[in-house]
């Protein structure tokens, strides 16, 4: 496999995985926001209002992720041919279980949540909704086990070059499994709240707000931050379990050049590999907080006793840095924003259009610290499929260079259009709502 077939094989895989955990995390996050406001929907009409309008746009988040999943099945098997055979016993029943619970879970109780509120119970209905958000978090569970398992192949062992599992307790909840999906749950969370005040912002341009306007605003964002904080503190316990198991991660993120006691963590540089040595740097204090210190209890190996199985530097280094910004940024401007919404009241239509423009700004910052989080997480193993066992050259295709560059430019294609007709049906449900809810006995 030539280095250009690799680059474009992880390319269109990143680019299917991205789009699919893109919309399983909106599709996540929205399913445990449409349940909170069915629970307040029988004492407030704000989120009886806010339920209608945002159970649409779950819906068309939860087709598109369905959507796009499926190619990414296929380009499984394709691209990486020789994965099922080397880890089929461990990821085989774990992509089957998300499928399966996809289907049958959220499948079936999704057709009741849309289409029976006119002739369910309130008290069934809001059942039939928590189920739909239980079903998309078990599905949310298969995916975070199997992306944590290639980060940590716990409870599974190698017997003559395939993983066999010694004990699935372990590997559905060892490792960084209950971590990683709390951080999918948090993104999700996060995701949801700076949609619904990004669109809440572009609804007060066009038309006066309601009581669901004003309910999204305020608890999107308290949402918005405690999820903000909530996946800070998961990704530092993530960066704790992970620290003695990737030392070539640990080595890019530094930049620890030689083995040896641990160099001190800078806060910004560019490094300089054909130089083993950063262009320039910006040092960060000597006395970090205990919870990001390196452990200084024997030597880390540097980047130059790592040559041919650490990842690529520039982007591992980078792609944290950026993350940390990001979260930085979000939690300052979502801070400010409940501040002065405390002063003056949390009334949309009183936004200025620069306080419109920040919270539309807000929902592109969250998409760019997720694809930062997952882009690190994903990067960071490379080259490896499975951590320390199972390089992604020696699973990869054969297929040409031609042929991966035609099926590259189609996904592009065929995603920028997807993702262009999102936010066109976003942009209409926005601007002219949604049909009311027939009256049932009395019921909405």
Same mark, same amino acid.
């Given at each position: $496999?030539?280095?250009?077939?690799? #680059?474009?094989?992880?390319?269109?895989?990143?680019? =299917?995985?991205?789009? #699919?955990?893109?919309?399983?995390?909106?599709?996540?996050? !929205?399913?445990?926001?449409?349940?909170?406001?069915?629970?307040?929907?029988?004492?407030?009409?704000?989120?009886?209002?806010?339920?209608?309008?945002?159970?649409?746009?779950?819906?068309?988040?939860?087709?598109?992720?369905? *959507?796009?999943?499926?190619?990414?099945?296929?380009?499984?098997?394709?691209?990486?041919?020789?994965?099922?055979?080397?880890?089929?016993?461990?990821?085989?029943?774990?992509?089957? $279980?998300?499928?399966?619970?996809?289907?049958?879970?959220? =499948?079936?109780? !999704?057709?009741?949540?849309?289409?029976?509120?006119?002739?369910?119970?309130?008290?069934?209905?809001? !059942?039939?909704?928590? $189920?739909?958000?239980?079903?998309? =978090?078990?599905?949310?569970?298969?995916?975070?086990?199997?992306?944590?398992?290639?980060?940590?192949?716990?409870?599974?062992?190698?017997?003559?070059?395939?993983?066999?599992?010694?004990?699935?307790?372990?590997? !559905?909840?060892?490792?960084?499994?209950?971590?990683?999906? &709390?951080?999918?749950?948090?993104?999700?969370?996060?995701?949801?709240?700076?949609?619904?005040?990004?669109?809440? *912002?572009?609804?007060?341009?066009?038309?006066?707000?309601?009581?669901?306007?004003? =309910? #999204?605003?305020?608890?999107?964002?308290?949402?918005?931050?405690?999820?903000?904080?909530?996946?800070?503190?998961?990704?530092?316990?993530?960066?704790?379990?992970?620290?003695?198991?990737?030392?070539?991660?640990?080595?890019?993120?530094?930049?620890?050049?030689?083995?040896?006691?641990?160099?001190?963590?800078?806060?910004?540089?560019?490094?300089?590999?054909?130089?083993?040595?950063?262009?320039?740097?910006?040092?960060?204090?000597?006395?970090?907080?205990?919870?990001?210190?390196?452990?200084?209890? /024997?030597?880390?190996?540097?980047?130059?006793?790592?040559?041919?199985?650490?990842?690529?530097?520039?982007?591992?280094?980078?792609?944290?840095?950026?993350?940390?910004?990001?979260? &930085?940024?979000? $939690?300052?401007?979502?801070?400010?924003?409940?501040?002065?919404?405390?002063?003056?009241?949390?009334?949309?239509?009183?936004?200025?259009?620069?306080?419109?423009?920040?919270?539309?700004?807000?929902?592109?910052?969250? #998409?760019?610290?997720?694809?930062? /989080?997952?882009?690190?997480?994903?990067?960071?193993? +490379?080259?490896?499929?499975?951590? &320390?066992?199972?390089?992604?050259?020696?699973?990869?295709?054969? *297929?040409?260079?031609?042929?991966?560059?035609?099926?590259?430019?189609?996904?592009?294609?065929?995603?920028?259009?997807?993702?262009?007709?999102?936010?066109? +049906?976003?942009?209409?449900?926005?601007?002219?709502?949604?049909?009311?809810?027939?009256?049932?006995?009395?019921?909405?």
């Amino acid at each position: $496999m030539t280095q250009t077939a690799w #680059v474009l094989s992880l390319s269109q895989f990143y680019l =299917s995985l991205g789009f #699919v955990l893109f919309f399983l995390a909106l599709e996540l996050g !929205l399913a445990w926001v449409l349940f909170g406001f069915r629970l307040f929907a029988g004492r407030s009409q704000a989120a009886l209002l806010a339920y209608r309008f945002w159970a649409r746009v779950f819906a068309l988040s939860l087709i598109l992720g369905f *959507a796009a999943s499926l190619p990414l099945l296929l380009q499984l098997g394709t691209l990486w041919p020789g994965f099922m055979d080397r880890a089929g016993e461990v990821a085989g029943p774990l992509v089957g $279980m998300a499928v399966l619970t996809t289907f049958i879970f959220k =499948s079936c109780f !999704l057709g009741a949540m849309l289409y029976g509120q006119r002739t369910l119970s309130d008290r069934i209905h809001t !059942l039939v909704v928590g $189920m739909v958000a239980a079903g998309t =978090s078990l599905t949310a569970w298969w995916i975070a086990t199997l992306l944590a398992w290639l980060q940590w192949p716990a409870g599974a062992v190698m017997s003559e070059g395939r993983y066999q599992v010694a004990d699935w307790l372990e590997l !559905l909840g060892g490792g960084v499994a209950p971590v990683l999906f &709390g951080m999918l749950l948090c993104g999700g969370l996060m995701v949801a709240a700076a949609l619904m005040l990004a669109v809440t *912002a572009w609804r007060t341009e066009v038309r006066p707000s309601d009581e669901g306007d004003r =309910s #999204v605003y305020v608890w999107g964002l308290r949402l918005l931050l405690l999820a903000l904080v909530l996946q800070a503190v998961l990704a530092a316990v993530l960066a704790r379990q992970l620290l003695p198991l990737q030392p070539a991660r640990v080595a890019a993120v530094v930049p620890q050049w030689n083995s040896g006691a641990p160099e001190r963590l800078s806060l910004i540089a560019w490094p300089d590999e054909s130089r083993g040595r950063a262009a320039w740097r910006l040092a960060g204090p000597s006395d970090w907080p205990e919870w990001v210190r390196l452990p200084a209890d /024997g030597p880390l190996r540097g980047l130059s006793d790592l040559s041919g199985i650490r990842p690529p530097l520039l982007a591992t280094y980078l792609s944290v840095r950026l993350a940390v910004a990001l979260t &930085g940024v979000l $939690m300052m401007m979502a801070a400010w924003a409940l501040w002065r919404g405390r002063r003056l009241g949390h009334e949309p239509d009183s936004l200025s259009r620069a306080g419109r423009i920040g919270l539309r700004a807000m929902a592109w910052l969250v #998409v760019m610290l997720q694809a930062a /989080g997952w882009g690190h997480l994903l990067i960071g193993n +490379l080259p490896y499929a499975i951590q &320390g066992t199972v390089s992604l050259r020696e699973i990869g295709t054969n *297929a040409s260079e031609g042929a991966l560059w035609a099926v590259l430019g189609l996904q592009l294609v065929v995603y920028g259009a997807l993702a262009v007709g999102f936010h066109q +049906l976003l942009r209409h449900a926005t601007r002219y709502g949604v049909v009311p809810v027939a009256r049932h006995r009395g019921r909405a």
